[in-house]
């Protein structure tokens, strides 16, 4: 699957770094580099983290968003 500059929206190429970094995408267009990481999210409800999906972050981005997981947003439903 290829990956796309979240900014921009063009292909963006890896950039070849030692593997404990992890991996660093590269957008000529936007001439910014990208984390591919695991979004994860923070429940306040119930103050559990969960997955959210990988995803491409600016450096220093945050990559924890404080929303319900879906437990307890299926419980604020029924």
Known sequence: MEKRC???GNAVTRVVIPSYLGEVYHCDNCNEDFWY???RGYCPRCRKMYDIEHK??????????EKLCPNCRNDLED
Not at 56 to 65: F, P, Q, R, V
């Open 37 to 39: 990481c695991m979004v």
């Open 6 to 8: 979240p900014v921009c």
């Open 56 to 65: 491409l972050i600016k450096n220093g981005e945050c990559s924890i968003i």
